[in-house]
């Protein structure tokens, strides 16, 4: 059977700066990275220098079929020092966008993607007042040295995985900070933030389209466990969402699905915890920073199939997530901006996209108005905190000789990306 997507549908797929360019040594990040106690388990170094591979890694995209690529600028590179932009940063990342051009494919920029500028990093990063001022003139600054041939913007990636992954702690990111009033100053920075950013790209642009990039999961709960669901969905997803309501579009980003099941005799103690001030304060975060991976691999028992992240094979979830920004954005055009699996066998990628896009096709058939799907991620790169181990890449990279070699998956994917049809 063959399912064909909507004409214009966009396809690709996408990289992040600091997890592929290499050698990022003005970030908080590359800090991070060396400093003793941190949980990271080796730097980024040289990542897979796309910083000086970029064009011909450009062009593998393109023969592969993809019609969009979406990748990131680095602040820390462009605005090494508060007020001082280099122009010959800037122009690399517009050799980027006119390198994507001629290869018949549309770039997507996104203006963070995880990683500030260490001097930023010192006034507070996104807890620091002057953080949307700061953001509001590099992301206008970006946008004029990019010029309009960039038609799609993301602001913010993932601003829910950033605020609690490093300012709460969850997963041993930067800055480090492990206490619910840096999260929530930082919840408060990142939505200012992406506000000043999307008028800046506006204020340079007007007919550019401009979201934010959101994690989102396939929460699920028993009756116990919903107050705690409700809560963490709250502000890891929905405090972000709520300032999106200007946006040209919303990109959903999903990997699995959480389920937060409790005894039912620990009903009056989760909704104690989330319901008093002075658990949540000091109890809660303990408990999230105990589940370092945000969750997903909260157990449902042993015969429960995960990836190699450890989260639940769950790639349907992509669904869910896109249904439930549609009810609270209505009428909002969606983008997946991400979707992929850590695997070392590659049929399990394979399956995860086919699935994945199933469950879409669906979702666009009951009138969602879904645009477009990138897979995360082009190649195999730096997973943060947890190194080079986890591959979640359709291109795999000998880091000796840094040669590049499309998986199966890559030339499954093209397939579909060039006849917008998917065969199941």
Known sequence: MSLTFPPGFLWGTAT?????????????WWAWERKPGTPVAEPSGAAIDHWNR?????????????????????????EPVEGS???AALAHYRDMVEAVLANGMRPMVTLHHFTIPQWFAALGGFMSPRAPELFHRYCKAVTQAL???????????????LA??????????????TDTDSWHRAMNGLRKCHVAGRDAVKEVDPTAKVGATHAMSEYESNEAGRPLMEYLRKFNEDVFLEVCDQDDFVGVQTYSRV????????????????????????????????????????????????TDMGYEFRPQAVAATVRRAAELLPGKDLMVTEHGIAATDDSERIEFITKGLESLHRVIAD?????????????????????????????????????????PSALFFGEIARTNTLTV
């Not at 992040?16 to 908080?28: F, I, L, R």
């Not at 393109?62 to 462009?78: K, M």
């Not at 989330?274 to 370092?292: E, F, N």
């Open 16 to 28: 992040a700066a600091h997890q592929v360019e290499g050698d990022n040594t003005n970030s908080d």
């Open 54 to 78: 970029y064009r011909t890694d450009i062009e593998m995209l393109a023969g592969l079929g993809f019609g969009v690529y979406r990748f990131s600028v680095e602040w820390a590179r462009i």
């Open 85 to 87: 932009f280099d122009p």
């Open 147 to 161: 010029g309009t041939d960039v038609a799609w913007w993301c602001t913010i990636n993932e601003p829910g995985v």
């Open 164 to 177: 609690m992954g490093g300012y709460l702690g969850a997963f041993g990111w930067p800055p480090g900070t």
């Open 259 to 306: 389920p937060i099941d409790a005894p039912r005799w620990a009903a009056p103690a989760i909704r104690a915890l989330v319901g008093l001030a002075p658990l949540r304060r000091h109890v809660l975060p303990r408990l999230i920073r105990s589940r370092t991976d945000g969750f997903e691999n909260t157990n449902r028992g042993p015969d429960v199939r995960r």
């Open 367 to 407: 009138g969602i108005p879904l645009r477009g799907y990138l897979h995360w991620s082009a190649f195999d790169n730096f997973e943060w905190a947890l190194g080079y181990r986890m591959q979640f890449g359709l291109i795999d990279v000998d880091r000796a000789s840094m040669e590049r070699t499309p998986k």
